[in-house]
């Protein structure tokens, strides 16, 4: 069976942490933020709200607008590095939380292409024929591990949760492709060093901040720009696409000037491309689907028309689809 988007909800939280509240507290200010990264502000949780809350917010919110229970939905895909806790699932809390009965589900990690690979993860479900709801999220509560006496990553981030429904369509709707790659060889470029088996929860990993985002910026904007651009190319090469025939590119929202430079090496006009950092910064697993959301807002992506994504993350992961938006 073929697989398409039948819907989508979004949450972000009340809070904001504008350019200005992080002048107050590392040394940066609003012209350089905004000159480096397109932020102008980003959403943030109050203390004791987890991902999983976001989440669920989010699949509540997705149910309420498709008139469905959380019965009818068979499986749930958390993409997610910020999980509430190493176990149980965030997959599990979100089920506790929304009341569903029937459903299984599970996390998954893959940094900023979470959502992108879950979507493509979620949707082999329904082309084996073995389910007909499945629920994809993207939720990161990135603000829960972020030193905000770095100004190099502390103005990056936010929080935030989109939600999709994939169900069943006939041929020549949804889902047309995707590709993913992994490349391990990046990770020392972009990670959180402690936590893990590797370096257990210690007084030595606190003091050094090792529980907190690391990232070397030059080596990890230069994969992005490469990676985004080669992988949305050789997608839509492969499935024998002309670039002018997409309507819609939404990159991942982690730094303007790396969407500017994959929508010019792939020839896009402005009018084509999402961009909506400057309000959200990068959520992560969350930037696509809040993406997709306001390219409706804005009546850019509309039934029927091409829509292309692509992301890039730590791991180093890189992933793109291309798809008919399905209403």
Not at 212 to 240: C, D, T
Not at 281 to 295: E, K, S, V
Request: proline share 3%.
């Amino acid at each position: 069976m073929k697989v398409k988007i039948t819907g989508l909800a979004t949450y972000v939280p009340p809070k904001l942490l504008r350019n200005s509240d992080l002048e107050k507290i590392v040394e940066t200010n609003n012209e350089w933020i905004l000159d480096r990264t397109g932020i102008e502000e980003r959403h943030m949780v109050e203390k004791g709200v987890a991902t999983s809350d976001l989440a669920s917010e989010a699949i509540k919110k997705l149910l309420r607008e498709k008139e469905l229970t959380p019965d009818d939905i068979e499986l749930v895909i958390i993409a997610t590095v910020t999980p509430d806790m190493f176990f149980p699932s965030t997959a599990c809390l979100v089920q506790h939380k929304i009341g569903a009965k029937k459903m299984w589900g599970f996390d998954l990690s893959a940094a900023c292409c979470g959502f992108v690979y879950a979507l493509s993860t979620g949707a082999q479900f329904i082309h084996s024929g073995t389910h007909r709801r499945v629920i994809v999220v993207g939720a990161d509560v990135m603000t829960s591990i972020i030193n905000y006496s770095d100004r190099t990553t502390c103005v990056l981030f936010g929080d935030g949760a989109g939600a999709v429904l994939l169900e069943p369509c006939e041929e020549g709707e949804g889902i047309i492709d995707f590709m993913n790659e992994i490349d391990g060889s990046g990770g020392e470029f972009l990670n959180m060093p402690a936590g893990g088996s590797l370096n257990p929860a210690s007084h030595e990993t606190v003091e050094k901040k090792l529980h907190y985002v690391h990232q070397q910026g030059p080596q990890v904007f230069k994969y992005a720009v490469k990676k985004m651009g080669e992988y949305s190319q050789r997608i839509l090469e492969k499935n024998q696409i002309p670039f002018d025939q997409v309507d819609v590119f939404i990159a991942h929202q982690a730094n303007l000037r790396i969407i500017n430079a994959a929508a010019d090496r792939l020839g896009l006009s402005d009018d084509k491309v999402i961009r909506n950092i400057r309000k959200y910064g990068n959520t992560t697993a969350a930037t696509i689907p809040l993406a997709m959301q306001d390219a409706i807002a804005e009546n850019k992506l509309k039934k029927d028309g091409l829509l292309l994504l692509a992301a890039v993350g730590a791991g180093y992961t890189v992933g793109s689809m291309v798809l008919k938006w399905a209403y």
